[in-house]
């Protein structure tokens, strides 16, 4: 292949980077491995087993986001680009349905296709990369040092026996997750400059959305296929809307500002690839993370809504999840913002869900007046900011008028939202 066929595999900045349907048809795969995830967590709801979940979630989360900035640079209209998708979907599927026994027998499966995925594209846009843009064939090179440093770590723990598999494991993405961060340092390569990641923004941040939508699409799932087994008496019609209108206000607070703004400072910022590591890359991670979560409390909130059901398990996931996803969508806003002021609201939500949790804990409620609790946080969180955003509060609370002339370039409500 010459160079000039190579620089043909690439997207022409100028026509931007438009989201393609092979980028969507990729994504499916990863609804069915979020599926899997928030089964394996249900069926395990343990310190162990949410240790595992974390770091088999941490390893899909690196391995689509990776994908994600490949296709930001590669032309997906190409067919030697779909072809390369096509095969990683494929390998996206055997690691997927490896989930459920990561950490027992087939551990050799996730551990050999995650590392194959990884390390097959990014190799392979180094190759395409050489010659025609020395600058991103380096940053390339830099990037298949750390997953060539985290390989013996994966195969070693699929060889391994359980506990030290997971120790093995957590260090391999401990490696992983050091290179952004560290802008790749490599020995006698440096590291990369921002500058070299340069990114169309607007396609970060919609492949980005899109991740969150599947997400909640299969929140809704879980909580539309577990009603469907369940007799419709009270409680669980009760329980069934409360899960509902959960994943709705997620769905509220994620987009109804968040998405649209982040997508413009991302667009319009000096620095995109700055921004894309910092708010999509990292910081979407716990915003995905709260979803899953969430989908297991609401699961669990239908099969028992009442009764001594709320265990410490169940309210740490009927709380936790949407507190790392209040918190995931408040540093992703702040950032994204200009780091100039936290949202309030979120805030007022983040401490409304620890009292829940408290008090369903110390007072032994059942599931439903849980989840409801956590819902309600949710909801207060969202009519907040929404309120902000409008300038409504400015009339209820004249402080933030206040902060609103320290801040002249943030809307009314967007400083206190």
């Known amino acids: 292949m010459t160079t000039e066929s190579r620089s043909r595999l690439f997207r022409v900045r100028e026509k931007g980077a438009a989201v393609t ?15 899997q995830l928030s089964h394996r967590l249900l069926l395990n709801l ?3 087993g949410a240790v595992e ?15 994600c900035w490949a296709t930001n640079w590669l032309d997906p209209e190409r067919n030697t680009i779909r072809v390369l998708l096509l095969a990683m979907m494929m390998g996206a599927l055997a690691l997927s349905g490896a989930l459920p026994e990561a950490f027992g027998e087939r551990g050799g499966v996730f551990a050999a296709a995650y590392v194959a995925m990884q390390l097959v594209r990014t190799l392979l846009i180094m190759w395409w990369s050489w010659g025609h843009n020395p600058t991103r064939a380096r940053n390339f090179i830099r990037i298949t040092f750390y997953f060539v ?3 013996p770590l994966w195969m070693a723990g699929a060889l391994v026996e359980h506990n030290l598999r997971l120790l093995l494991w957590a260090m391999a993405l401990t490696v992983e997750y050091a290179g952004p961060f560290l802008l790749f340092r490599t020995p006698f390569l440096g590291h990369s400059g921002i500058d070299d990641w340069d990114i169309s923004g607007s396609h970060m941040a919609e492949r980005c959305s899109l991740f969150i939508i599947i997400a909640l699409g299969e929140a809704i799932l879980v909580t539309g296929a577990t009603f469907a087994t369940l007799v419709p008496d009270a409680p669980t019609v009760a329980a069934f809307a409360c899960g509902f209108v959960g994943s709705a206000t997620m769905w509220w607070i994620y987009f ?11 667009e319009q910022g000096a620095e995109p690839g700055r921004l894309a590591r910092d708010a999509y890359t990292y910081l979407h991670m716990p915003i995905v993370a ?7 409390a609401d699961a669990q909130m239908l099969a028992h809504p009442v009764g001594n059901h709320a265990g410490l398990a169940f309210v740490l996931v009927a709380c936790g999840g949407p507190l790392l996803f209040l918190l995931g969508n ?4 702040w950032i994204t913002a200009g780091r100039k002021w936290p949202p309030l609201s979120h805030l007022v939500g983040v401490v409304l869900l620890l009292a829940v949790g408290v008090a369903g804990q110390v007072m032994y409620q059942a599931p439903l007046i849980v989840g409801t609790g956590a819902t309600g946080a949710l909801i207060t969180a969202a ?3 929404w309120l902000s955003l409008k300038g409504s509060w400015q009339r209820l609370t004249p402080w933030l008028a206040l902060n609103q002339a320290a801040h002249p370039d943030i809307a009314p409500g967007d400083a206190a939202g």
Do not use: Q
């Not at 969507?24 to 491995?33: E, I, M």
């Not at 979940?53 to 690196?62: D, E, G, P």
């Not at 408040?330 to 806003?333: E, G, M, Q, T």
């Open 383 to 385: 009519v907040w900011e």
């Open 290 to 296: 709260g979803i899953v979560v969430t989908a297991v």
């Open 149 to 151: 440093l985290s390989m």
């Open 53 to 67: 979940t974390l770091v088999l979630f941490l390893a899909i989360w690196w391995l689509w986001i990776y994908t």
């Open 330 to 333: 408040l540093a992703f806003k």
């Open 256 to 266: 109804d500002s968040g998405a649209r703004r982040g997508g413009d400072a991302i």
């Open 21 to 35: 349907n092979i980028e969507l048809f990729f994504d499916l795969v990863f609804v069915f491995a979020i599926t």
């Open 46 to 48: 343990t310190p162990t």
